[in-house]
């Protein structure tokens, strides 16, 4: 089972396993043929990471593993340097080539997540000495004896920032050959969340790491005025991004650049937000552009990038507030506890239950950010925090 941010929850890991079809077996070929043209819609032969996270969520239909973004992100990242001398292209993308180890990296890398998450007892998505160390029985159990933990920490932390980041721990995971037992007690016992809180799991996370979100902050270093001086600071700001210099803003290198660019924590925490906004902005200029372009966010849409994040951020926000039982989705009573709150952002519901219905677009009783996203622009939904 996975504690997710302060919580545990059961993982089926025999159920993941039959979902990925990794052996080489003529079955298992098949099965694999059939599912990358699942994840690959437009039939061009090259998976991005967007199709990727897409295709986990609605081709595999494992919510555990699309709610592990860390994880998609690195098996993504491994998998498409498998073959890379395919076409300039095939660097940036998975192919089918690569398709089974990126399945078997999904596999692996979301083990490895919840080795992880198990660990960070403070639930910030880092390890610090104090974790690692009391992590030292649970780490024998996965495969490795510790006898000095605060230099094996210094090892894993490559950096010296004190704080172990997960693709070091995943790095390190690795060479030990670290596994989980399925034996393990803590992996197996879910607890549930009680209690009425009154924030979700992004905003609880933000508030046990002492972070205060500061959206004038957030405005002010996202410069989208049409202004000479907004101007500078983009071309700027986009070449800081874009450090290879090809023109081209991947998901991996906005992500990063939320982090080491505008260090912006609490966006660069918030990933659905950060999915969205790329998502957006990578369809907004089409006049022109090469086959490559139309994957990546280029130069002249970074402006409107910067205000998808902006406007994305603020519904994440508002999405967390009405998650309030820590999950990346609510249900029909979390909504209608709302109503008032989502009066003061905009909107007076008169029949919840149509709202919702008309919220949950694929009708399964909960609903995402990505729903609930949709409906709050064109409801026009805000907390006017940028003003």
């Known amino acids: 089972q996975r504690r997710v941010h302060g919580r545990k929850r059961k993982i089926n890991w025999k159920a993941i396993a039959a979902k990925l079809p990794i052996a080489q077996t003529p079955d298992q070929k098949q099965k694999r043929m059939q599912m990358f043209n699942g994840f690959d819609p437009n039939g061009n032969g090259y998976l991005s990471l967007a199709e990727v996270d897409k295709g986990i969520r609605d081709v595999l239909g494992i919510q555990d593993l699309f709610d592990c973004k860390p994880a998609i992100m690195r098996a993504w990242q491994a998998a498409k340097k498998i073959n890379p001398s395919q076409t300039g292209l095939s660097q940036d993308y998975v192919t089918r080539s690569e398709f089974r180890m990126l399945l078997v990296y999904l596999k692996r890398y979301f083990e490895l997540f919840v080795m992880f998450d198990t660990i960070d007892t403070g639930d910030d998505r880092r390890l610090d000495i104090n974790e690692f160390t009391a992590a030292v029985p649970k780490l024998e159990a996965w495969g490795v004896k510790i006898y000095y933990p605060e230099q094996q920490f210094k090892a894993l932390d490559k950096n010296g920032g004190g704080q172990v980041l997960f693709n070091e721990f995943a790095e390190w995971a690795i060479t030990q050959s670290l596994e989980i037992q399925d034996t393990d007690p803590e992996l197996e016992e879910p607890t549930t ?94 006049k022109g552009k090469a086959a490559l372009g139309a994957d990546y966010v280029t130069r002249s849409e970074f402006r409107v990038l910067l205000v998808y994040l902006k406007r994305y951020f603020e519904l994440f926000v508002m999405f967390d507030t009405i998650a309030s039982l820590g999950e990346q989705r609510f249900g029909f009573e979390e909504f209608k506890a709302a109503v008032p709150k989502l009066a003061e952002w905009g909107i007076k519901i008169t029949d919840p239950n149509a709202e919702f219905r008309a919220i949950d677009v694929n009708g399964g009783g909960k609903v995402l950010f990505i729903e609930f996203a949709d409906w709050a622009i064109k409801k026009e939904l805000t907390m006017n925090v940028y003003d």
């Open 193 to 286: 969340t009680t209690g009425n809180k009154a924030k979700g799991a992004y905003l609880d996370r933000q508030r046990n790491k002492g972070n205060t979100i500061d959206f004038k902050l957030i405005a002010s270093r996202c410069p989208v005025s049409m202004s000479a001086s907004d101007k500078a600071k983009r071309d700027e700001l986009f070449k800081l991004f874009d450090p290879n210099g090809n023109g081209y803003l991947s998901l991996a290198e906005v992500d990063k650049g939320l982090r080491d660019v505008l260090r912006l924590d609490v966006v660069f925490d918030a990933k659905p937000a950060i999915m969205r906004a790329w998502q957006a902005a990578k369809s907004v200029s089409t």
